[in-house]
């Protein structure tokens, strides 16, 4: 095995996130035999990386992207991140280097809670400011994620589904994650307010080298955002490479079928999401 220090000799960074053979069981009801959700899955998401995640529905996609956060045991392999083993109980140090957020923005915000005490409160949590400098960090995730600061004042009841995603990924950011794990975030929110979020998330990594484990059942979004995809079926992940090798030729049965199943995808790259529809993502 290449040790550290060899990998950097050689060129290749040390990766942010490693897994290595994560296997994930249920119980099923009324069976002794386990059911295997994730089997010997291996992820790498290097530093400022977007890694895209795909696969159909009951995949193992979020069970997978679970295990990552903390959320979710694994009976077997290795989760690394920042060259640190997790074992089973992480610090809260650990937690704050990887955020998630989730189709339903709704899951992570108080409906009744104002903007910004629901920033305030994890702000205070997790960090050492406090007073003005806790208004000063709220404003600034306001300006990070493109709201306007007025949205301080609002409650997520009042706002649109476009609007509580990005005051999610604000809330995710608030104690600067180096790793935000993105479940389905735009599965739910019309095509015109995919792309924002969509060029949200690029400009994160660009601007404050955010890396993101982006989790989708949308081929043509993660092949204008990410640099990489891995493709799981049924808990294996049967593909791993970069997003134009794997979208111009792709080597499993699977992922053929997959993209096959999707014909818009054969056009240019920023074309036809949906019907004329395009999801025009800025490169830096
Ligand atoms: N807590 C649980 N108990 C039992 N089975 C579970 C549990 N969580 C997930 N599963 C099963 O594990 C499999 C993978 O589910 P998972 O939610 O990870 O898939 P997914 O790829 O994220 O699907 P989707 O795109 O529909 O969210 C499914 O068969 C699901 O029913």
Known sequence: MTDVGEEAAAGTPEPLLDCTDVSISFRQRGSSTPFYAVRDASLRVGPGDIVGLVGESGSGKSTLARAVVGLQRIDSGSIVFEGKRFGRSRTAEDRRGIQMIFQDPYGSLDPRMKIRSALAEIIRRHTELRGKQIDDRCAEL??????????????????????????????????????????????????????????????????????????????????????????????????????????????????????????????????????????????P
Not at 147 to 173: F, H
Not at 180 to 205: C, F, H, K, T, W
Not at 208 to 227: E, K, M, N, Q, Y
């Open 142 to 283: 306001m300006d990070m994620v493109r709201l306007p600061r007025s949205i301080l004042s609002s409650r997520p009841a009042g706002m649109s589904g476009g609007q509580r995603q990005r005051v999610a990924i604000a809330r995710a950011l608030s104690i600067r994650p180096r790793l935000l794990v993105a479940d389905e975030p735009v599965a739910a929110l019309d095509v015109s307010v995919q792309a924002g979020i969509v060029n949200l998330l690029s400009d994160l990594r660009r601007d404050v080298g955010l890396s993101i484990l982006f989790i989708s059942h949308d081929l043509s979004i993660v092949r204008t955002l990410c640099d990489s995809v891995s493709v799981i079926y049924r808990g294996d992940i049967v593909e791993a490479r970069p997003c134009a090798e794997l979208f111009e030729d792709p080597q499993s049965d699977y992922t053929r079928t997959l993209l096959s199943a999707i014909p818009r995808l054969n056009g240019p790259r920023t074309e036809g999401l949906a019907q004329g529809q395009s999801l025009t993502v800025r490169r």
